[in-house]
Each structure stands twice: as C-alpha cells, then as structure tokens.
C-alpha cells in the first residue's frame, strides 16, 4: 500500500511578490430574505436555477460573542476576498486541456511533485470556493460542474464514490498516480461543497448535488471511519492496511472539520455520526489537556493508544525505516497538517456556537498572540509545549491565516484579529497571489471567506437563534429532513411569523406530494415566488384547503392560527361538524365559526395545541415558525 506523503506540506523559500495592479468592481448584492433553499428547493424540492440563491456576499450572523476585524467596513472585506478569488482562479482554476468539461484546482506551483498536477485535497478546496464565490463569479456553476466532472472521472479504486487523492499529466492523458486510493479530507471538502451546491443552485439540474453529496457521505462513513472507535481515519486504503505500523487507529487533527461531520449528520439522518461528533471533541479535549495545556497545540497526528487515549504520534517508536510515523520527524507536532486545525475547528464554533473546543481554541490565541508582537513572526511549525522551532520559515501563510478564524472567537482577540488581517491584505502579502504556493494562498482565501462573514451552513446548522428553545428538537429533525430552511444570516426566526408561502411549501413537503400540481386559482397567482408555487400548485391538486384563501393567496401573509387549523384537518383528512360548538379556550367567543369545527377535530385527534385550554387559542395571531413545525411532525407521526 502506498503511504501518501504530501509533498505540498513542505517548507517554502522565501516569499516573492507578484505586483498586480487589478481594477476591482465590488459586486454587493441585496441579501434575500427567503428562508435557504426555498428558492430552489431543499432535498426533493424545486428546479434546478442557474442564477445562484445564496449569492456572493453572504454576511453570516455568526455565534454570540464572536467578532471581525473592527477597523475595516464590510464592504472592504467583501472587495479583499472577491480581489483574492480573481487572483486564485486566474493561477489554479484549470481547464482539463484533454477534456474542456472538467476543471481541476493545478496545486504544483512550487514545482516538487514531478509531473502531479493536483491532488483531492485541492479539488475539495475548489469546489467549495467555487459554490461560495457564485455570484461574485458569473462562470462559478459551468466551474463547479466541470470539477464534480473531474471528481467523478477520477474515482479511488477502493470506492467509486471517493476520490482518487493524486493525478498526473502524462503522454497526452490525466491519470491517477501513486496509489488510487483516497484521502479522507479531500472526500470531506467535495461532499461539503455538493451540499453547498444544492443550496446554491437547487438539485434538480443535470446534476443531482444533494443525492450526490448523500453518495460520498456515506463511502466516507463506510471506508473512512472506524467502525468500532468511530474515529476519522487517513483514507479508504486504512482498512485493508496491513503495514507497519498499523494506520487504523490513527487520525489527523487537521481533519477535524467538526461543522462539516454535523453537516452530514442533518444531510443522512445517520446517527453514526453524532458518535464520531463525540469521538472528535473528546480527542481534542484530550489532547489539548494532557499534551499543550499551555499552547492549545495539535499534533499532525494522533494515534489511539491500547488504554484508549488519542496520543501524539511522537509519543510512541515506530519501526518504519525512517523511525517516522509516515511524512516526517515532525508527525507529533504542529506543522503543515495540523497549522489548519484553527480554521477547522473555530468555523464550527462560528456556526453552531458549540463551546466544546472553546478551551482549546482560546489557550491557542492566547498562546500565539502573547509570543508574538506580529503575524510575521510566527513560526512554521512548533513543538506542541511552545518550545521548540521547526522551520527557518516565518510567517506563512498556512500558519497565519487560519489564526484569524480563531481569533473570531472572543472579543478579547481583537487587535491580534485586525493585525491578521492586515498581514493578509497589505503590504508583504497583499491581495496579489504569492509565486508559487498553492498550499497558503488555498487556505488564505477560505479563511478570509469565513473572516469576512461569508462561510454558510448548506443544512441549516448554522441556525444559532433555536439553541434551549422549546421546539429545538422538531427545528433540527425538519431541518435535516429538508422539511424547512434557516435563512441566510443563520438564523431561524422561530418566533416569527410563518408566510401562507412558507406553510405551504413545509405542508408539501411533509405530506410528500408530487408533481407539478394543479392550475393555480388565485389571481395574484404572479405574486407567488418560484421556490413556492410548485409546492402551492401541489396542495391544490391535493384538494387541501381549496377554499380557505379565496380568490387571493396572499403569500406573503403571516399564517393564523385559525386557518392553519382549517389547513391542518383538510391535511388530515378528519371529519367537521357542521355545527360551531364551543372550543373550551378561553377566548372561544373571539374564534371565528368557520375555525372552530377544525379546531374541534384536530383537538380529538390529539393534537395538544388544538385541545381545550383555559387559555386563550390567540385565533388571529399568527402561527410562528416554530409551532408550525411542530404541528407538522405531529401530523406525519414524526
């Protein structure tokens, strides 16, 4: 079996400036309101759009507490990352010179691995950059296509839903080389940017993203996940390893990408992976704890020891020839694999506000910024007390950029943040691209998408707004089923008001009906907006509630709770009085009759919001969020 050694990793000469001088057109554009994937459709949902839904800039609501650079305006981080996008697509975005429908991410700037030309690793970045940047770049779906084209034309031999890790330009062709099998944090980037995709562009195209996104998830936790531990292991080729040593109870730290494993929890359903949730915190927590309580540093691997502690790999001697674990002597350090632990863990922190890493992450900052007056002193690799130096190389890129995701955390990391930044957009490293390096300017340019407040959840994860709040259960199992959407500030608004629209679309789905519907009746048919009047059309056809709306539908218009009572028992298919009897709320005399008979029935279905109250049912109010997901489990049983 080969072992993969990424060359890329490697320390750099010194850097050379390109000066480019380049005209920049800030494209700012009105953020949509609508929930996320309603204009397209989540999974099942609508056709596919070629404008993108979720365009470039995004502008995050990220967790409480959390921070940006202070002495700039958004519109000036927005420019920054758009500037660096047209600088990294004019170097590393490639067409397939044998192949025009496919593009792949060139990674061999620096000239050291022979004829390789790319590598999964790269691919991942580039996709999901790619999904990110649309609407900043009007070619970003005919690219990101072109790269699922490569992904899949370049399977690893192990498993047809995972990529190969390396390719070559050789006599004419591109092929697979040294080994084609997979590395797992290459799989990890392609299925997030599939599922970003689905979000971007709807899935009902040429390209099924979300279905495709499911595939690769599953070969991930098929052929790259311990079963037993449930640990996230090196790639497909570690299960039916016999080398020495053993690589089936390692791990890499810098694939810890903690909100992607959450995003394929709420994509699958499959609990299998709040295991390996758990598995990677407590790793994590570990290590920091036993091994850099005073630095917050991870190693660039861990290795599961007979005790069942995740220990470094420099903690235990190997019988390879070169008495390393597998790329170096540095394998029990913070070095190239591990310096993009801080971006990993902290944009999971940043989303979901999860303080499990928060620890960790905060002894980082303090540690980094109180031994350095000024990113370009940080070093290139450290022993993980501190202590020791590991390369000549200060400053770089791939060391510095991802401390500025984790600066984000807490305000007290402020002036270190904005220093950051400037490091990465003025003078020495300015927007232009370094000459010959891939690796830093790859993990500069997503680092600063998350900094400028532009990296979004494409499951709803990242609804930071429903954490303690009474229906948080139903939120997140709707959430993942695809039933509803947060919006794109990563909020979810569970206490606001639900639209006829919304309902309409969360009602469709829940019920599972297809097809196109029937003809809309309504005369403001118009005024109904794409992502909803498929699923409008479909509930006609289903005969529910045909004659609640009248002759208008009103779209916008927030819900009552009395005619989501209509709805909801037309949905059910239950038996009305004719008669308006008593409700037994207290505000029955202000419950309009037509109500009152769904209300009756739903209520002796057993559904507890309907059944009599001593308070008051509210009939004129409108139905939030919230409750109307509730009602909606309840009404599929769920």
Known sequence: MNVKIRDSYKPYSPVAIISIMVLVVALVLSLTLAPIGHAAGAAGGAGESEQPLRPFPQHMSYAEGSIKPSHVTQKQMDAEVALLYDQYKLKYIKKNPYNDSQYYIWYNDGGWSGDAITVSEAHGYGMMITALMAGHDPEAKKIFDGMYRFFRAHPSELHPDLMAWQQADRDGKIIDVNGTDSAIDGDMDIAYALLLADKQWGSAG??????????????????????????????????ISDSEPSFKPASRPSDFM????????????????????????????????????????????????????????????????????????????????????????????????????????????????????APYEVWSGYSLDGEKKLSEWDGGLEFTAPLMVSAMIDKSN?????????YHTEEANSVALEWRYYYGNSIRLLSMIVVSGNWWSPTGIASTDIAGHAAESDIV???????????????????????????????????????????????DKASIAPWASRYVAQLVEAGIANGLFGSEFLPAQKLTRAEAAVVLASAKKLELSSEAAATGFSDDAAIPAWAKPSILALGEAGVAFFQPQSKPFGPDAALTRAEAISLLRTLAGA
């Open 258 to 373: 903690l909100q992607h494993l959450k995003e394929f929890y709420k994509a699958t359903g499959d609990k299998r992976w709040l295991n390996v949730i758990e598995t990677t915190y407590g790793i994590v927590d570990d290590v920091h704890k036993t091994y850099s309580p005073k630095t917050g540093l991870l190693p660039d691997f861990v290795y599961r020891d007979a005790d069942g502690k995740y220990k470094p790999v420099s903690e235990f001697k190997w019988t390879s020839e070169s008495g390393n674990f597998l790329e170096s002597e540095h394998d029990g350090a913070y070095n190239y694999n591990s310096c993009r632990t801080p971006w990993r863990i902290s944009s999971d922190f940043l989303l979901t506000g999860d303080k499990r890493a928060y620890d960790q992450l905060s002894t980082l900052n303090a540690f980094v910024s109180g031994k350095h007056n």
């Open 477 to 523: 199992k709707s959430l993942a089923e695809g039933i509803v959407n947060g919006y794109p500030n990563g909020t979810f608004r569970p206490d606001e008001g639900v639209s006829r629209a919304e309902f309409s679309v969360m009602l469709a789905k829940t019920l599972k009906l297809a097809g196109n519907g029937a003809a809309l009746p309504f005369e």
């Open 206 to 239: 040429a390209i099924n993203y979300k279905g495709e996104a499911v595939k690769v998830i599953n070969a991930i936790m098929e052929s790259e996940v311990h079963p037993e531990h449930f640990h996230l292991q090196l790639g497909d080729w570690v299960p």
């Open 414 to 422: 402020q002036q270190w943040l904005n220093d950051l930044w400037d």
